[in-house]
């Protein structure tokens, strides 16, 4: 399918402040949007943080952190209130790839298109 | 006065805060919770697409379990609000408090369409004490009041009845409306013969049903642990079997109702008796039930017995209404659930318009798979039960009265 990357803008909707930018990978099997652990303190203290086991893409169990609320807008689309997934991240050059999960991706009505390697809009389906 | 529906009022760009009852059984398997049976979650669909639809914003409340006023994990509503995610295929904006800065940014934030799901309203003190303060603060997260929660309807709670007082609007979502339609006003004046079953394990907490379907039953069956207190009323020996001591007067007084008002009620004339209440237990059915012939000594009815069902079989058959509420034996365990089946078979066979009216006589009808062989099925207990004694819930009549 090819990768597609999405500029993600995360704010602690408590503390507004707090702001990050960065560009994340667009993972339709991750769930949430995912983040390294590392950050975490950029984006302030959450109300809401809780311990998860989480499987990831290896099929290992991993502990990670899932705090919220965030307002998560990508780039184009609607901002969503979302929580967001910490995890320590071990990126093939040493560098951590955020990932955008398929819950943003659905609340911010964006789905991929796998020929134009980019983000489009859907609307609600009302099933 | 009739009372205002969902369809009555104007939704589009409205926060609307509907109450909902996702009280629904779990099982936690490893780090996988499993819905054991999502009825009350997929019954409040039509209300959520309803508004989902007409463009508002929908702000769902439930409670969960008992966890006393305070947080206790295991009865989060999140894994919920993802549940419904995969019913209604859009995300389900989860508000970790019930109320205060971290609801209130959340539906800021939303916008028309989208559904959010606050923390179990029962985390909060305020809840089950109707508080003035609590009910006020949930009411500041809405325009507009929706009650679909019919299980929780006969409570006065903060999130049921306290609320209303700070909205300008409150109306029945469509589950309440669904409701209402079958038991109340659809057993108004029920098709005759008018046929109800009633089980369970007390007579004490059937006294006030029983008492206003005598009005109206043409029959009524009697099955469950509390058929042994009548059986005592009438001097037949109940062995071990439990029995309420001090409703056996009251057992007979309603006996002695039924004569009067002509109504015919039924006793089970056989049980299964059991030596212990336990899969594998040494168990038989009892010869025909006499003031000289009951329930052996040690031993306990778990069951009715082989004459009853066909006793009962054969007055639901001529019935044109049956209402059903209440298990005629311990159904949970398997050998003791056949009585409760039969009376699921039966009425699934007989023509009648059926209501099975909450509780345990719906796990059993689900368990025999005839769940879409009944008319209505309610997805309320404690609710369906004070609306069959002709109460008026509390949930309802604080809803804002059509003009």
Known sequence: ?127 | MPKLSLRDLDVRGKRVLVRVDFNVPIEVRGHKIRVMDDTRIRESLPTINYLREHGAKTILMSHFGRPKGRPVEKYSLRPIGEYLHSLIHQPVIFSHDTIGEVPQKIVEHMENGDVALLENVRFQPGEEANDPEFAKALAELGDLYVNDAFGAAHRAHASTVGITKFMQKSAMGLLMEKELKHLRDGLEKPAKPFVVILGGAKVSDKIGVLKALMEKADTILIGGAMANTFLKAEGIPVGASRVEPDKVDLARELLDLAKERSVKFLVPIDVVEADEIRAGANMRNTSRLSPRHGISDEWQAVDIGAATVALYQEEIAKAETVLWNGPMGVFEIPEFGEGTIAIAEAMAQSGATTIIGGGDSVTAVKQAGLADKMTFISTGGGASLELLEGKELSGVAALTEKE
């Not at chain 1, 960065?22 to 099997?29: E, F, I, K, Q």
């Not at chain 1, 943080?49 to 689309?77: D, H, L, S, W, Y």
Request: one cysteine or more.
């Open chain 1, 1 to 127: 399918m090819g990768r597609v990357i999405a500029h993600v803008t995360i704010r602690n909707v408590i503390d507004p402040t707090k702001e990050l930018h960065c560009d994340a990978l667009v993972d339709t099997g991750a769930t949430m949007l995912t983040l390294p652990t590392r950050w975490r303190e950029r984006l302030g203290t959450f109300p809401h943080c809780q311990k998860v086991n989480m499987q990831v893409a290896t099929q290992e169990r991993v502990e990670t952190e899932v705090c919220g609320p965030a307002e998560i807008q990508i780039e184009g689309f609607r901002p969503v209130m979302g929580e967001i997934c910490f995890l320590d991240m071990k990126g093939e050059n040493g560098e951590p790839e955020p990932l955008v999960g398929y819950i943003t991706l659905e609340q911010s009505g964006a789905a991929v298109d796998s020929l134009g390697h980019r983000l489009i809009r859907v609307p609600y389906d009302l099933k």
